[in-house]
C-alpha cells in the first residue's frame, strides 16, 4: 500500500515555464512534511519541512504548501540548475517505525 | 561546518558475505538514520538511533543491524548480502527525532556480485 505518491513521476519544462509538483499522503498523525532535492550519485538535500496544514515556506525559486493530504511544490520561472529529482517524505507517529517515508520522486530536467 | 560523511564510497562484495558500513553526523547532531535507496526509487527507512539507543526500525530481514557510538557515529551491518541489496545506503543525522529535518550524507554505493 503506497503511503507516498509523487506526481508526475517525471517533468520536463523550458527555462522560465512554471509549474507545480504534488505530493499526496495517506499517513495519520502526521509530525512534519519535508521536501527534499537529490542530484545524480547525491544525497537528498534538505529543501523545507512543513508542519501543519496551510503552511506555506518559500527558497529562491521554490514554495512548497501543505493541506491535510497534499503538498505542492511550487517552481517559478525554473532555471537549468534546478533540474534533479525532487523527493517529499512525511514523518508520521505510530507503526513502531520512526524514519521518513519517501515517496518515488518527481524527476525534473528544466531545458535551456 | 562538516556534513554527514559516510565510508567507503564505494564497495564491491560477492553473495554471502558481509559488509560494515560507516557514519559521522553532523557536530551537534545526536540521532542517525539510515535508508537504502535502490535506483529510481526514494530512500528507503531502515534504522533510526538516538543517544545510543534504538528508536525505530523499517521493513528489513535481521540481517540488517546497527549501533550507534557515544561520540554519535554509527555503523550499519549486513550479513550474508544477496544480490538485491545492491543500492545506495544513505546515512542522514537529526538533532533529535524524525520530526526535525535530517541532513544527508552522500551516502554508500554498495554492489554485490
Known amino acids: 500500500e503506497d503511503q507516498v505518491t509523487q506526481s508526475p513521476e517525471a517533468l520536463r519544462l523550458q527555462e522560465g515555464e512554471s509549474s507545480s509538483l504534488n505530493c499526496s499522503y495517506t499517513v495519520s498523525g502526521l509530525r512534519g512534511l519535508f521536501w527534499y532535492r537529490q542530484d545524480p550519485g547525491k544525497g537528498p538535500e534538505f529543501l523545507f519541512t512543513?508542519?501543519?496544514a496551510g503552511e506555506e515556506k518559500e527558497k529562491e525559486r521554490l514554495k512548497a504548501t501543505l493541506t491535510k493530504k497534499e503538498s505542492f511544490l511550487h517552481i517559478t520561472a525554473p532555471k537549468p540548475e534546478d533540474s534533479a529529482t525532487y523527493l517529499c517524505a512525511p514523518s508520521y507517529s505510530g507503526g513502531g517505525a520512526d524514519g521518513l517515508t519517501f515517496g518515488k520522486g518527481t524527476h525534473l530536467i528544466i531545458q535551456p | 561546518d562538516a556534513g554527514v560523511t559516510q565510508s567507503p564510497t564505494h564497495l564491491i562484495k560477492t553473495r554471502g558475505q558481509h559488509v560494515t558500513l560507516r557514519c559521522s553526523p553532523i557536530s551537534g547532531h545526536k540521532s542517525v538514520s539510515w535508508y537504502q535507496q535502490v535506483l529510481g526509487q526514494g530512500p528507503q527507512f531502515i534504522f533510526q538511533y538516538y543517544e545510543k539507543e534504538e528508536r525505530g526500525r523499517g521493513n528489513f530481514p535481521d540481517r540488517f543491524s546497527a549501533r550507534q557510538f557515544p561520540n554519535y557515529s554509527s555503523e550499519l551491518n549486513v550479513n550474508a548480502l544477496l544480490l538485491g541489496d545492491s543500492a545506495l545506503y544513505l546515512c542522514?543525522?537529526?538533532?533529535?527525532?524524525?520530526?526535525?529535518?535530517?541532513?544527508f550524507g552522500d551516502g554508500t554505493r554498495l554492489s554485490i556480485l
Open positions: 542522514a543525522s537529526s538533532l533529535e527525532g524524525t520530526a526535525q529535518p535530517q541532513h
Open positions: 512543513l508542519y501543519s
